[in-house]
């Protein structure tokens, strides 16, 4: 009976291995295939706000708005959206970054006519929610928190435009931990 020498059995050996990780290296994970929102994507524990901000469609104003708010050291943005349809429904995707972690917070906002000189002075906040129910956006472990808020704008007549800004506020103090500039915005 021949023998193989070692090297041509090492050899084949190696060569079974390389195939066997090469086989199992591109092997697709089933469980990654399955399809996620857009939304689901930004609602991660922990996102970056500039990973929110760039993931936004692009605004068509004056219907439409990104919106930045400022704090110390924190940040939020609200994506405004009014589909054109006859509902009449403003969508306020609300994002917080760097709050106080596990607390409430409220979204509110107050207007001007646009034919006020004065553009955004009113301090007539009005606390949004789901409708006229006031919905706080939570804070997790981070101090990270996303809302999907929503607004009924039906009682203003179609092309009514305002001046908005809003404010975030702490639900138990009232503080004011985040502001906006000045936009406008007018009812579709």
């Given at each position: 009976?021949?023998?193989?020498?070692?090297?041509?059995?090492?050899?084949?050996?190696?060569?079974?291995?390389?195939?066997?990780?090469?086989?199992?290296?591109?092997?697709?994970?089933?469980?990654?295939?399955?399809?996620?929102?857009?939304?689901?994507?930004?609602?991660?524990?922990?996102?970056?706000?500039?990973?929110i901000?760039?993931?936004?469609?692009?605004?068509?104003?004056?219907?439409?708005?990104?919106?930045?708010?400022?704090?110390?050291s924190?940040?939020?943005?609200?994506?405004?959206?009014?589909?054109?349809?006859?509902?009449?429904?403003?969508?306020?995707?609300?994002?917080?970054?760097n709050?106080?972690?596990?607390?409430?917070?409220?979204?509110?906002?107050?207007?001007?006519?646009?034919?006020?000189?004065?553009?955004?002075?009113?301090?007539?906040?009005?606390?949004?929610?789901?409708?006229?129910t006031?919905?706080?956006?939570?804070?997790?472990k981070?101090?990270?928190?996303?809302?999907?808020?929503w607004r009924?704008?039906?009682?203003?007549?179609?092309?009514?435009?305002?001046?908005?800004h809003?404010?975030?506020?702490?639900?138990?103090?009232?503080?004011?931990?985040?502001?906006?500039?000045?936009?406008?915005?007018?009812?579709r």
């Amino acid at each position: 009976m021949k023998t193989k020498p070692l090297p041509v059995i090492t050899k084949g050996i190696a060569f079974i291995i390389i195939l066997s990780v090469i086989n199992l290296s591109c092997k697709k994970d089933v469980s990654d295939n399955q399809p996620v929102s857009d939304n689901q994507k930004l609602q991660t524990e922990n996102p970056s706000p500039e990973s929110i901000i760039a993931q936004a469609d692009t605004a068509i104003a004056p219907y439409n708005l990104n919106v930045l708010l400022y704090g110390k050291s924190s940040l939020g943005f609200i994506k405004f959206r009014q589909k054109p349809d006859t509902a009449r429904i403003i969508n306020l995707d609300t994002w917080v970054f760097n709050l106080k972690p596990n607390h409430a917070y409220l979204l509110q906002r107050a207007v001007n006519l646009i034919t006020d000189p004065t553009q955004c002075s009113s301090t007539a906040w009005l606390t949004l929610g789901l409708g006229l129910t006031p919905q706080a956006i939570h804070t997790n472990k981070w101090g990270f928190g996303y809302q999907l808020l929503w607004r009924d704008v039906s009682s203003a007549a179609r092309g009514t435009a305002f001046y908005i800004h809003f404010q975030i506020i702490d639900s138990l103090t009232s503080e004011t931990v985040l502001t906006s500039d000045c936009n406008t915005y007018t009812v579709r």
